[in-house]
C-alpha cells in the first residue's frame, strides 16, 4: 500500500466506492454500477482504472480472460491526507477549532451527538 496516497478524482473516487464495497469487481460491473447514478462510456472507467493503477491504489488479476480490480488502500488512508491538511491549514492543528466549527455551523443529530460523547469517552479511558 503507498505511504503517499495520491489525489483522485471525483469519477476515480467513485470506482474507489464501488471496490471499497464490493472488494473486487471488473470494468463492465464498475460501468454499470456508476451508470445507475449518471451515465459513464465503459471506455471513461477502463481509463480510470489504468489511472488507479499507475497511482497505487489498484491493482488487477486475469480471472477467465477478464480483469478484475481490487483497491490496494482502504478508505480511511484516502480521507486521512486532505483532512489533515484541512485541519493544518485551516484550523492550525486544533481539533477544538474544527469540532467548535462543525457543532456551531453543521446541524448534528441526537444520535450523532451521542456517537461522539462515546467516542470522546473511549479516548478519555485510553
Known amino acids: 500500500m503507498p505511504d503517499n496516497v495520491p489525489k483522485l478524482g471525483k469519477v476515480q473516487y467513485r470506482i474507489m466506492q464501488v471496490l471499497w464495497r464490493s472488494g473486487k469487481a471488473t470494468a463492465r460491473e464498475i460501468t454499470d454500477e456508476l451508470a445507475q447514478e449518471r451515465p459513464i462510456a465503459h471506455s471513461t472507467v477502463q481509463t480510470l482504472l489504468r489511472q488507479l493503477e ?73
Open 54 to 126: 499507475a497511482k497505487g491504489v489498484v491493482s488487477h488479476q486475469l480471472e477467465e480472460r477478464t480483469f478484475v480490480f481490487r483497491p490496494l488502500i482502504d478508505p480511511a488512508q484516502l480521507i486521512a491526507t486532505p483532512l489533515r491538511e484541512l485541519l493544518q491549514r485551516v484550523y492550525r492543528g486544533s481539533v477544538v477549532n474544527l469540532m467548535s466549527h462543525l457543532l456551531k455551523q453543521e446541524e448534528i443529530s441526537a444520535d450523532e451527538l451521542r456517537r461522539l460523547r462515546e467516542m470522546i469517552d473511549e479516548e478519555v479511558r485510553k
